[in-house]
């Protein structure tokens, strides 16, 4: 069982819809939770992280942490063409010496 | 801010050959780096860590002597791939954490893409 369990997609939408990507995970150590956006053949830019769980907004991303159900989700609204990428989550603990551990992605496409 | 870049983007060498990349933070100092290597639709796997004046810590499975890594100062990093060979062909990715924040918060380079003939 892999640590951190992402579906690969892809994911299509039309413009405008809302957007729900989600992560498991196994490792109930883990602390920090991250989303990063890749476009293709560039690197990830940090979305968002959030400490623990809750939630988190900014602008039209939402990120939440269920620790209880070892489960992250970022929701993205009034989604855009320029949102077509692949969104990353990613995770660590400071027991593992804050080693991040990515998923595998899920490549998502907004049609216009 | 934290930005990061990364030079080449794009190298082709032949096999046999050694080839450097560089990772540099622009307008942070960067007391961490770490090196990643990304296959087609596959996530990062992390290769390596950087810290700035002592040696890197690989991965397992990870050959230290086929990929030299070197972090001489707060603002540089260096992937040295020695001997290349076609399966070592892959896209690679450096990233540096902001000083006291742990690799939590990571911020990417754009990428370099190697190819080997």
């Known amino acids: 069982q892999k640590e951190v369990e992402q579906d690969p997609g892809p994911l299509s939408v039309p413009e405008g819809a809302i957007v729900s990507l989600n992560c498991t995970y196994s490792?109930?150590?883990?602390?920090?939770f991250m989303w990063y956006r890749q476009y293709s053949r560039k690197g990830p830019e940090l979305l968002m992280y959030?400490?623990?769980?809750g939630n988190k907004e900014d602008g039209r991303f939402t990120a939440q942490v269920d620790k209880s159900s070892k489960y992250i989700s970022l929701f993205i609204r009034d989604s855009q063409p320029s949102d077509s990428a692949t969104y990353l989550c990613?995770?660590?603990?400071?027991?593992?010496?804050?080693?991040?551990?990515f998923g595998a992605g899920t490549r998502l496409f907004v049609k216009a | 801010g934290a930005v990061v870049s990364q030079h080449p983007s794009r190298v082709i060498c032949k096999s046999g050959t050694s080839v450097k990349i560089e990772c540099r933070s622009l307008d942070f100092q960067a007391t961490t780096m770490f090196w990643y290597r990304q296959f087609p639709k596959q996530s990062l796997m992390l290769m390596a860590t950087s810290n700035e004046g002592s040696k890197a810590t690989y991965e397992q499975g990870v050959e230290k002597d086929k990929f030299l890594i070197n972090h001489a100062s707060l603002t540089l990093s260096t992937l040295t791939v020695t001997s290349a060979h076609p399966e070592d062909s892959s896209f690679y990715i450096c990233?540096?954490?902001?000083?006291?924040?742990?690799?939590?918060?990571?911020?990417f380079g754009p990428g370099t893409r190697l190819t080997v003939t």
């Open positions: 490792n109930s150590a883990f602390q920090y």
């Open positions: 990613a995770m660590s603990a400071e027991t593992g010496g804050f080693k991040t551990i």
């Open positions: 959030t400490y623990s769980s």
């Open positions: 990233s540096a954490s902001l000083p006291g924040q742990g690799s939590y918060e990571q911020y």
